[in-house]
């Protein structure tokens, strides 16, 4: 398990294991999320990259 400290600027680096496992890049965008006491960090991605992505998904059934 990775680990990250928080510092006195409010500021955390992401452990190199964990960037090279997502492919994370410097000045990559992050969205925050936080429920139940758990922060999440899910990187933004451009619409060139979400091309695709749900093809084939049904749309039927949804309001």
Do not use: N
Not at 7 to 34: D, H, M, N, Y
Not at 35 to 46: A, E, N, Q, T
């Amino acid at each position: 398990m990775a680990v990250a400290t928080l510092s006195s600027k409010f500021q955390f680096g992401i452990p190199k294991s964990v960037r090279e496992e997502l492919g994370l890049q410097a000045g990559q965008k992050f969205t925050v999320i936080s429920k139940g006491g758990v922060i999440g960090l899910v990187p933004l991605r451009s619409l060139v990259e979400l091309t695709g992505m749900m093809r084939g998904a049904r749309i039927d059934g949804f309001r």
